[in-house]
């Protein structure tokens, strides 16, 4: 969660830093601020750097080298823990269960798309069977 936390804050960085720059005319209040806010951008991937290669050498001890690069790269498969999802993903925008014949299974829905005041549509589902990705579903609207 730490993790998503910096990445969004550096995010947010970046883009001001780019719209700043973007606009034709900005006074020297406004150069100051960016350069400010440059300097927060670099302290921020170097602390990020620091704490994230231990967090994944440890994953790569607990899960394996190949699921570690997985959720250094985002990436997901089946077979893969839903805690492992969690870290690759973030949270879905939404999550359905059911229990059938004694397995619990959930759907998780990620990528939403802008509805404009419409039902909320998704680009991914990602099925979760006893805490496990079991399927992964593009869903085409």
């Not at 290669?53 to 839903?82: F, N, Q």
Request: proline share 4%; aromatic share 8%.
């Amino acid at each position: 969660m730490v993790i998503l936390c910096i990445i969004i804050l550096l995010v947010s960085v970046i883009y001001l830093v780019v719209g700043m720059y973007t606009q034709n005319e900005f006074s020297e209040e406004h150069k100051l601020e960016v350069d400010k806010a440059q300097e927060e951008v670099d302290e921020a991937e170097a602390h990020f750097e620091d704490i994230s290669e231990p967090i994944y050498r440890r994953l790569a001890t607990v899960y394996g080298e190949e699921l570690a690069a997985d959720i250094k790269k985002e990436t997901i498969s089946p077979g893969m823990p839903e805690e492992l999802l969690l870290l690759a993903w973030g949270d879905p925008e939404e999550i359905k269960s059911s229990y059938i014949r004694g397995i619990n299974t959930e759907s998780w829905y990620y990528d939403p798309e802008d509805g404009e005041g419409e039902a909320k549509k998704f680009q991914t589902e990602v099925i979760i069977t006893n805490n496990r990705i079991s399927a992964i579903n593009a869903i085409n609207q």
